[in-house]
DNA sequence: TCTGGGGTCCTAGGACCC
DNA sequence: TCTGGGGTCCTAGGACCC
């Protein structure tokens, strides 16, 4: 392997491991971070997991048990997150020739040295982001993406590895009876559809993948599942993509605290969500050419869910929020029933591009030609805050009464002065 | 009563062109 | 009126990820 190995770094239980940084009484407690609305579960300290709570487990369902297993709930706080998640990024960054960040929470990252020197490597690496943002990392080092992966799920298992696995060192039937107990849809790339097809034809472990022919595989599921087969067996083909390549769709989508039932309601909705996409285009820079807005009714009401969408191009590329927003409005009308109980809604951008100067305006030619409101908005903003300015609904200094629910949120500790934590000594 | 959000990649099939 | 083959582009839907 000693070319090219690659290295998985994540972070373990990163939202709950976020929330321990500021509040340090929540160690060796059982965590759990609620997903938008305090709806369900979607982290969970280990604590929380040798309870035998699940992810996407309601909320509702968890909260009569709290008080009894000294659980602790938090609401997601994705501003925290993703500031520290930047902070880690960097950190890990250093050690690689190159660095590819696949999800808020872990990075992929290139790596130099013999054997010994790959382990030390890795322990540097947790010390590192100990030391300097606070959160415990694993890390797992193998040949190829998918056997990093894998190997990142091994260091996490045994305690005894201290956080870091390089597959190479370890005994090679060690590896081989991992293999043959862990089922494939405890890979990468691998899920339970899949999973099912797959045991049809007698591929049931890991080690099974790994002995089957790459080009039957090709011919029966796909060019993806062969892949899988080919990385686990050394040959490195999941190309790592070192630049941040530009988004190809932004999408804002929230269930309510309360069901929307009037179209006059619905149109705050989509006023609002086409408001928050024009935002996220103009801070990246890039225009959409297609408008998708959506709606849904529950699915656990009983009775039929419906989830109505329109798609609408776009008259030419843009990031212009009054365009967006008035197209959103409009679209709505012969697709939302009134009457009927919607409890989430979505704006989708697609077909995006970057912004070419102010050619996006052209064809709108008023007066307001010259002028980037997009970037006039987000300044704004920026200086006074996410509520200080908007378009008709998405200027009301109110939140109106459907608006996502966050009450067990912790402060946005590392991004607000008003938020920052006070530390004193005696 | 209360059940998340935001993405990517691949494939098949249709429209269209030469 | 019949006949052929090859290619691109776009879209919808499936599968997967965290």
């Known amino acids: 392997m000693s070319r090219n190995p690659i290295a998985l770094v994540d972070v373990n239980n990163f939202y709950v491991s976020c929330e321990r940084v500021f509040d340090p009484s929540l160690e060796g407690r059982p965590v759990v971070v609620l997903s938008n609305n305090d709806g369900c579960v979607v982290a969970r300290s280990q604590e929380a997991k040798d309870l035998g709570i699940e992810t996407g487990t309601p909320w509702f369902k968890v909260k009569p048990s709290a008080a009894a297993w000294n659980l602790v709930a938090r609401s997601s706080n994705y501003e925290l997150y993703g500031d520290m998640s930047a902070r880690v990024m960097e950190v890990v960054g250093r050690f690689g020739t190159w660095q590819e960040v696949y999800s808020i929470d872990e990075s992929f990252l290139g790596l130099t040295g013999t054997e010994g020197q790959l382990r030390e490597i890795g322990e540097e690496i947790r010390a590192a982001v100990a030391r300097q943002v606070g959160v415990p990392v694993c890390v797992g080092i193998a040949s190829t993406k998918t056997l990093a992966k894998f190997t990142n799920r091994i260091a996490k298992q045994n305690a005894a590895m201290g956080g870091v696995c390089s597959l190479d060192s370890m005994p090679v039937g060690q590896v081989e009876t991992i293999q043959e107990r ?169 077909g995006l591009e970057p912004a070419r100067g102010q050619e996006q305006f052209d064809t709108f030619v008023d007066d307001r030609e010259s002028l980037d409101l997009g970037g006039l908005l987000g300044s704004v903003r920026a200086k006074f805050g996410d509520t200080a300015i908007g378009l008709g609904a998405g200027g009301l200094a109110e939140p109106p009464g459907w608006s996502m629910k966050r009450e067990l949120s912790s402060p946005r500790y590392t991004t607000e002065w008003e938020d920052l934590p006070v530390v004193s000594a005696r």
């Open 182 to 350: 862990v089922p494939v849809t405890g890979l990468w790339g691998v899920g339970a559809r899949t999973g099912d097809r797959l045991k049809a034809q007698g591929i049931v472990s890991i080690a099974d993948l790994k002995r089957a022919d790459p080009l039957a595989i090709r011919k029966k599921f796909s060019v993806v599942l062969q892949r899988t087969v080919l990385e686990l067996n050394g040959t490195a083909c999941i190309p790592h993509t070192e630049e941040r390549v530009d988004k190809q769709q932004i999408m804002f989508s929230r269930s309510f605290s309360t069901p929307v039932t009037t179209l006059e309601e619905m149109g705050q909705v989509f006023s609002i969500y086409a408001q928050r996409g024009a935002a996220r285009l103009t801070a990246g820079g890039q225009c959409a050419t297609m408008l998708t807005v959506s709606a849904g009714t529950s699915r656990f009401a009983g009775g039929d869910a419906s989830f109505p969408a329109v798609t609408l191009r776009l008259p030419a590329p843009t990031s212009d929020p009054i365009v967006l927003t008035r197209l959103a409005v409009s679209a709505l009308r012969g697709m939302i029933v009134p009457g009927t109980s919607y409890v989430r809604a979505g704006v989708m951008l697609g």
